[in-house]
């Protein structure tokens, strides 16, 4: 396989996943039981009958000595809303799209296994059931996984009590959250798993030390009584990345190509009241161990994935990077995938009350640390930031808030860069998230079905409702509650951000807006046009299809007639405008997945112009796979190191 096929390979493999709320996919075993009707049960006149339907969860907690396993999880797994689109602009990241959800589930593959820990109690949490119909689509698929965009499924949970090993609770429909309505409404074949939340270290529901049960199926009727018993056998560790064999041998050898960085964050730190690493997957150029290699110090590309993907994406990169014949189509620099995770979702890197300094953390602390362990040029114009949907947003953020560090930023399909068209909501004017003024349930989530023809598979009442179901405590990790984590105040009544409307009916909380304002791009342009404008004129690259899958394009149209609208009266005025190499373009008839493709060819071509330009690209390969020698090209020459010395790096970690 070529080194552009195997790109292209990985991009196909990150669409498996998208904006949604897993940061990884989980595989599980799949029992094959069922459960058996249970005898009718006669009513007393003096005593309520006993719920129609019941299930009961046992706590088995894994013990080391039992031989009992713990499930492995796989990283990188489709979200709901971002998991499923690519990285942006980052070759073969995994990233997500900004928003969210999964075609058609991928099969899980069986995982590996390693040795539980012996918990004796469980800590108190959030008891959670995931049901799929039991059907060749969900085949192979874990329930846990969900939620699933374009097959909604029932989920319902309930607050728990810490639990010892055996424990049998009765789940409790009275105290439950849920979403696709009651269970005892089913009927047919269903596959239901449990997860125990009790993690709140990572985003989502499986997070490691969280219990999860192995995926049963039953058959459910709305006439009669069914019994469900569920076991939590299984206990998910934390993803500890680890290198190929390729990269493995790297390494061994003093020169790994890939490397994981984690380093523990003081700023954030203190934010938590405990210990919080910033984490990045490294994948560094060719020729970065080579002594005799014309180029010694490098320029660095920071990719931030949509949501539900991870620093874990360099994986998956690192082979189309590292491939010498890729050097005339890809840019030749570090590539840093950057983990923007919190436990509240994806941060986009924005200062907020509930994530704390992530983006001061990111550029005083992290991007110091990687700039003194690495050969990497310290300066504004060497470092580019890009990323797709929610990764896409983060991108223009960074360039816009911190313009003296990254010198461009490249986004395809990101989230809503106008909060006038959020999706298909004016926050300013519309007075409800869920339904327009006429009565029409607003959409999130479509297919295109023809030239002008889609299919609405989910609805923004949908997706806060299954968010809420998850966790109606904010604590969901999907992608309202991480927008409400990222741009909202925090409530401290509620101990979570304030949300943005109510999750029952809809209605946006003004507040809430006031606050989320503040963070609105284009808002920010129209109050200081000088200096947002000339950073979106000379710096920002933005991509976005008609057909959006998540109405995307309808904030990029209205952003990018703003600074169209600007230019043309300054012109009108005689003021001097500046045509930079920023651009803002909408592509007829792509949609947030191919997009991506498009956006990727584009970009790296983009990419390498501009470090040209700036003499910190490589001079292209001649025909025989050797170099022009450095009398042929200035662009040959090493950079001289003549940057300042170094912040301090942080301590500890």
Known sequence: MTALAHLFHAINRSFAERRGCLAGVVGLAIAGSS????????????????????????????????????????????GARDAAAPAASSPGSASGSSSRSTPAPPPSTEPETTPASTPTSTPAGRLILFLVPDTPRFAGVAPAEGPFFESLQPIVSMPVASQVDGAIVEFDFAQAAEFRG???????????????????????????????????????????????????????????????????ADERAGQPTLVWIERKSELLSRHFGREFKMRAGVVLPYGYHDLSFPRRMWPSIYVVGGFGANHLAAADAAPALQSPQARAAIPQAAWIFLDADTPWGHSGFVDSETNGPIGRALVEEFIPYLEERFRLVRATEARIVTGHSSGGWTAIHLVTTYPEVFGAAFASAPDPVDFSAFQETDLYRDLNLFASSDGRETPSYRGVLGPSDDRVFMTVRDEVASENAIDPNGRSGCQWAAWDAMWSPFDLERAAPRPLCDAATGEIDPVTVEAWSRHDIARRFTKDPARIGRILEDRVRILCGTRDSYYLQRAVARLKAKVEAWKADARTRGAPIREGDGSIELIDGLTHDTIYAYAQIRFHQEMVAYLRAR???DAPPVSGGTRRSDDESELERPLRDDRPAPAPAPTGG
Do not use: C, M
Not at 45 to 59: C, L
């Open 182 to 248: 009651a269970l005892e409404t089913l009927d047919g074949a269903w596959r239901v798993q449990a997860v125990l939340d009790t993690d709140f270290t990572e985003r989502g529901h499986l997070g490691p030390g969280n219990l999860v049960s192995v995926p049963l199926r039953v058959e459910l009727a709305s006439d009669r009584a069914d019994e469900v018993r569920l076991e939590l056998s299984e206990v998910l560790p934390a993803v500890v990345p680890t290198p190929d064999d390729t990269n493995a």
């Open 35 to 78: 459960v058996g009707q249970v005898p009718p049960t006669v009513n007393v006149v003096e005593a309520p009958p006993p719920p129609k339907d019941r299930y009961f969860i046992t706590w088995r907690l894994p013990r080391a000595d039992s031989g009992e396993k713990a499930v492995e999880a796989v990283s990188g797994a489709p």
């Open 615 to 617: 003499g910190l690209a």
